[in-house]
């Protein structure tokens, strides 16, 4: 059973608009809640993380909406720049254990 | 060093061989990770090692995986008679402290080893 559902499989965005990716999880036990983004040929990176004691978590362009009550959580890239251009990772994690990623996004923002 | 680096980037192999992968992670970093990463998906996670010992090896897919940390830093993961199905990007992460200390500690990707099963 997939532990964290991720979508869109991909997702093209012009240049300033918004990016908007969407994780599920079905454990209620997860209680952090990164997100990682990858370029090609290189390993994830960390972009932003959550915890679910609050609902929303705000980097420069980069936002997490967390809400626990559907078991969602989702990534939000303000002002999209094709730099931004990339795959995008959610993952979860509970207790200290190993973390579960989902399915992955690749973002194409369009100049 | 400057991060986590793995050898070799790209491997090669013929089904039934046996493979070495190696892992360097960042100087310090007491947790180390390893990852199979298959053409579209996220990672999926294998072992992870705190120091020296395995703290949790239950992602490992068979007895045909097995992993060393023996001094505590380089690492490498071992995939014997490999078939097909093992071909896939093979990712390594170390972090400061892991995941028994009481905090998250961002863990650290290096680039992969590509690994292609013949």
């Known amino acids: 059973q997939q532990q964290v559902k991720q979508s869109p499989q991909s997702l093209i965005v012009q240049k300033g608009g918004i990016s908007i990716i969407n994780c599920a999880y079905e454990n209620t036990a997860f209680d952090y809640f990164p997100w990682y983004q990858q370029f090609p040929g290189k390993g994830p990176a960390l972009l932003i993380a959550?915890?679910?004691?609050?609902s929303e978590k705000k980097e420069g362009r980069f936002t997490i909406s967390f809400n626990k009550s559907a078991k969602q959580f989702s990534l939000h890239i303000m002002d999209s720049q094709p730099g931004d251009s990339a795959t995008y990772f959610c993952a979860a994690n509970y207790n200290f254990n190993k973390f579960y990623f989902g399915s992955g996004t690749k973002l194409n923002v369009k100049p | 060093g400057a991060g986590v680096s793995q050898t070799p980037s790209n491997k090669v192999t013929e089904k039934g061989k046996y493979v070495e992968l190696r892992c360097d992670p960042i100087s310090g970093h007491t947790a180390l990770y390893w990852y199979r990463q298959s053409l579209g998906q996220g990672p999926e996670f294998l072992i992870y090692?705190?120091?020296?010992?395995?703290?949790?090896d239950s992602g490992l897919p068979n007895d045909r995986f097995f992993a060393v940390r023996p001094e505590g830093s380089v690492s490498t993961l071992k995939i014997q008679r490999t078939e097909r199905g093992d071909s896939a990007v093979y990712l390594c992460?170390?972090?400061?402290?892991?995941?028994?200390?009481?905090?998250?500690?961002?863990?650290?990707f290096g680039p992969g080893t590509r690994l292609t099963v013949l």
């Open positions: 959550i915890r679910p004691d609050v």
């Open positions: 992460a170390s972090s400061l402290f892991g995941l028994a200390k009481g905090t998250y500690n961002e863990q650290f």
């Open positions: 090692f705190q120091g020296t010992g395995a703290a949790d």
